[in-house]
């Protein structure tokens, strides 16, 4: 009798165990292709006086932002995300499951770069935050800051920055 009860019980135990993965199975969505997100164009006017434009991707609502490029293998020279925010605030950024560097530009609220973190270890969960409040983030393929010549206090020319125009 004993053992009829343990058995019942390590059948209710395992069909518990095996509803519990795939309900937690199911709440892990696949992330949604960045065809879905919407597109803009966004220029850089580095002190140069050169001018890099980028085609990017918007994370315009949470789902969005907090996918990021994730899951992304590659990405061209001149695409890009942008994350904006309501105000200046403080943005932390981590790489978890972006198998690409990016370099990360953090952007004040008149547009102007206040700083880049670049070229970003793929799959780290190290945080990344700048060390003063941004409006908004952009993400670009690592390295790319370097080769444009694009640094601190360039200004981002984008509908999210009125003011840079």
Same mark, same amino acid.
């Given at each position: ?41 966004? /220029?850089? =006017? @580095?002190?140069?006086? !050169? ?9 315009? %609502?949470?789902?969005? +932002? ?50 880049? /973190?670049? =070229? @970003?270890?793929?799959? !780290? ?9 941004? %409006?908004?983030?952009? +993400? ?26």
């Amino acid at each position: 009798m004993a053992s009829t009860i343990r058995a019942r019980f390590a059948v209710i135990l395992v069909l518990t165990l095996v509803a519990a993965a795939r309900h937690a199975a199911a709440e892990v969505s696949a992330p949604e292709p960045l065809s879905a997100f919407p597109q803009s164009l966004l /220029a850089i =006017r @580095t002190a140069a006086g !050169s001018v890099i434009n980028f085609k990017i991707w918007n994370a315009d %609502r949470p789902s969005r +932002e907090e996918q990021g490029l994730m899951f992304v293998r590659e990405m061209d020279e001149h695409a890009g995300m942008l994350f904006v925010f309501a105000a200046n605030q403080s943005v932390a950024m981590w790489m978890k499951n972006t198998y690409l560097s990016l370099d990360m530009v953090f952007i004040d609220a008149s547009g102007r770069i206040a700083y880049i /973190a670049a =070229r @970003t270890t793929p799959l !780290s969960l190290d945080i990344i935050s700048a060390p003063q409040p941004a %409006r908004a983030v952009l +993400e670009l393929k690592g390295g790319a800051c370097a080769e444009f010549g694009i640094k601190a206090g360039d200004r981002v020319l984008h509908p999210a920055f009125p003011a840079s125009h």
